[in-house]
């Protein structure tokens, strides 16, 4: 069996008997109806009503605004943003809103501004003319935010202040798989997307319930304190979500109504990112595709999907260049600070900190298998969070083998995730002895 797997501006090969592949398990095809700009002018078309039905037209929303909040992702998230204000900027305009009464803001959550680079990214052939009308969300600027009270489970809810300037408010996004959310998009471009860090933080905290997880919306507390910030946002809401193919390519878009266009994605990103596999492997390989490689912190979503499908004992090998480094630092530090995964989890219950879930969650896998990685972060500072580094992916896969010869399995099955941070395997109920 010979794969080639995607690192930064080139491909690494993985060779292997093919006796000893489980799966290469991808976000499953779809055919989109239509182009990308055929779905987005469909969506815009053709709404989603709160009530199931048809809703309101965008320049129907639009009508007597004079102050559009525009929320974009940042350069983390795969959304076509620049797909989507192309669409919409004429219609804007037809709604008599001139460039001078637009405001976009970049819903970065506890993350870093973009680069100018990174806005390049994000704008395309628009750059020009509206990078001067972006702004970014600073999660640690309290001058920004505006306390609006709190949620059921005690969360302070603080979104910055652009939201309350603003008379209509479309938020853009994409939605697939998420590992203690259920899914992104939708509710998320207010929280996280724009909101305090104190606030993050304590949403974040809930991560920490088992019920916190991929696909998993009903009874999960983080998604249930998002969806409580939204009541308390005034201005009137107008969404457009899409959902991504296997290769990042537009499958399906909706619109209007905030809850109703991503539950409709949500639907669509099942059909893509969940995918069946016949067993528990020995050995997952699991990709950080771009722009998820930008960092461990945003990479764990790989090793999180991957573990799903993981034999307890077994190894899994992370495949992400980690270009920008660690991503927020209390996480790994945190790790560094502790002897063992167990002792990690346990300093959490002791006192969370924003960042401390992605530690729990890599902590648990950590605890009941291998993880090595191929990345540009230095050995040293990877096996500081319990994870071996490897200089390639033969490399690890080598070593993996060898583990579970030496263990006696002298078959052991690998698990391939060309796209492991949104693809979420689906092992069947019964194991098989393989």
Avoid: W
Avoid at 178 to 184: K, M, N, Q, V
Avoid at 209 to 224: D, W
């Amino acid at each position: 069996m010979n794969i080639v797997l995607p690192y930064l501006d080139k491909t690494l090969p993985l060779e292997f008997p093919d006796e000893n592949l489980l799966a290469v398990a991808e976000p499953n095809e779809y055919t989109a109806k239509g182009s990308a700009k055929e779905l987005l002018a469909a969506a815009l078309a053709k709404p989603c009503g709160p009530a199931g039905g048809e809703g309101e037209g965008l320049g129907r929303f639009l009508y007597g605004g004079s102050r559009v909040l525009i929320i974009i992702n940042d350069a983390t998230r795969p959304t076509p943003t620049a797909l989507i204000l192309e669409g919409l900027l004429p219609l804007i305009e037809q709604a008599g809103v001139p460039d001078g009464g637009l405001t976009l803001l970049t819903a970065t959550g506890a993350h870093r501004g973009p680069t100018e680079e990174e806005y390049r990214q994000i704008l395309g052939n628009l750059y020009p003319r509206l990078r001067s009308r972006c702004l970014y969300h600073d999660a640690r600027n309290e001058q920004d935010m505006v306390d609006i009270g709190t949620t059921r489970n005690g969360t302070p809810m603080l979104l910055n202040r652009q939201l309350f300037a603003a008379d209509r408010i479309i938020a853009t996004g994409s939605v697939e798989p998420h590992y203690f959310a259920g899914f992104t998009g939708g509710r998320k471009a207010f929280l996280p997307g724009i909101a305090s860090y104190k606030t993050i933080q304590a949403n974040h905290k809930l991560a920490l319930s088992p019920r916190a997880r991929s696909l998993a919306l009903e009874g999960n507390p983080v998604h249930e304190d998002m969806m409580d910030a939204l009541p308390l946002i005034k201005a009137p809401v107008f969404s457009v979500m899409t959902v991504l193919d296997r290769e990042q390519g537009v499958a399906a878009v909706s619109a209007g109504d905030l809850m109703a266009s991503f539950y409709s994605a949500t639907d669509i990103a099942r059909k893509i990112f969940c995918v069946a596999v016949p067993s528990r492997a020995d050995i997952v390989v699991s990709v950080a595709k771009f722009p998820m490689d930008i960092d461990l912190y945003q990479s764990q979503k790989a090793i999180d999907n991957g573990a799903l499908a993981l034999k307890d004992g077994g190894t899994l090998i992370l495949v992400s260049s980690c270009r920008d480094g660690i991503g927020d630092e209390a996480y790994a530090a945190l790790l560094a600070a502790s002897a063992s995964p167990a002792e990690a989890i346990e300093r959490i219950r002791g006192g969370y900190k924003l960042g401390y879930h992605k530690a729990a969650k890599m902590a648990e896998v950590s605890g009941r298998a291998g993880i090595m990685a191929v990345s540009e972060l230095p050995a040293e500072r990877l096996a500081s969070m319990f994870i071996e580094k490897s200089e390639s992916p033969q490399q690890a896969l080598d070593k993996a083998l060898a583990k579970a010869l030496a263990a006696g399995n002298f078959r052991p099955k690998i698990l391939i995730l060309p796209d492991g941070c949104v693809t979420v395997p689906d092992p069947e109920p019964r194991e098989t002895l393989l």
